[in-house]
T-cell receptor
Framework: DTGVSQDPRHKITKRGQNVTFRCDPI?????LYWYRQTLGQGPEFLTYFQNEAQLEKSRLLSDRFSAERPKGSFSTLEIQRTEQGDSAMYLC??????????????FGPGTRLTVL | GQNIDQPTEMTATEGAIVQINCTYQTSGFNGLFWYQQHAGEAPTFLSY??LDGLEEKGRFSSFLSRSKGYSYLLLKELQMKDSASYLC??????????WGAGTKLIIKP
């Protein structure tokens, strides 16, 4: 059982550069979530997919953020023209919402982004 | 708006019992989760409550009162490895998880 994996684990970039993160969910999970977490705060919802369809996107998410899940398996999160305020841990989680299930989300190790 | 409140930090002694409270105001309710998060790591699932009452799982128990918008996580026989942040999250009417900021639990010998 490989669990949820994320790549890279750490990313340091200069302000204004574009960055892309990858998430590989647990293989049989149809739901995939992206969160952002800063120190001392809980995860902040960014967006989620059911299979390849992006069903919800946070209103707080600027147009610089985009996510894809082209074949309903792995997902990518891209941040364009990064700003220092984008520095955070980016968490991916997956779940399998079955009838009567409670949608336990399994988290990956996260990608820590530092924007200089 | 949607709001989840937890204490920022708590301290307890190894071997003791601690109760971490969580109050919530959300648009709808489809269940409440508790997650544990060690520093620098991802959250891991501890418990889920959707009906009123107490759910017990080993040293950890979680309680829910939907009428009061209140839950608590009870940790017994505390061990040093229980030092972590404990996150309360509510599954709202849109089936989104709304997260609290977490309670940092410090265990002292």
């Amino acid at each position: 059982d490989t669990g949820v994996s994320q790549d890279p684990r750490h990313k340091i970039t200069k302000r204004g550069q574009n960055v892309t993160f990858r998430c590989d969910p647990i293989s049989e999970h149809n739901r995939l979530y992206w969160y952002r977490q800063t120190l001392g705060q809980g995860p902040e919802f960014l967006t989620y997919f059911q299979n390849e369809a992006q069903l919800e996107k946070s209103r707080l998410l600027s147009d610089r953020f985009s996510a894809e899940r082209p074949k309903g398996s792995f997902s990518t999160l891209e941040i364009q023209r990064t700003e220092q305020g984008d520095s955070a841990m980016y968490l991916c989680a997956s779940s399998s919402l079955l009838a009567g299930d409670y949608n336990e989300q399994f988290f990956g190790p996260g990608t820590r982004l530092t924007v200089l | 708006g949607q709001n989840i409140d937890q204490p920022t930090e708590m301290t307890a002694t190894e071997g003791a019992i601690v109760q971490i409270n969580c109050t919530y105001q959300t648009s709808g309710f489809n269940g409440l989760f508790w997650y544990q998060q060690h520093a620098g790591e991802a959250p891991t699932f501890l418990s889920y409550n959707v009906l009123d009452g107490l759910e017990e799982k080993g040293r950890f128990s979680s309680f829910l009162s939907r009428s009061k918008g209140y839950s608590y996580l009870l940790l017994k026989e505390l061990q040093m490895k229980d030092s972590a942040s404990y996150l309360c999250a509510v599954w709202d009417s849109n089936y989104q998880l709304i997260w609290g900021a977490g309670t940092k639990l410090i265990i002292k010998p």
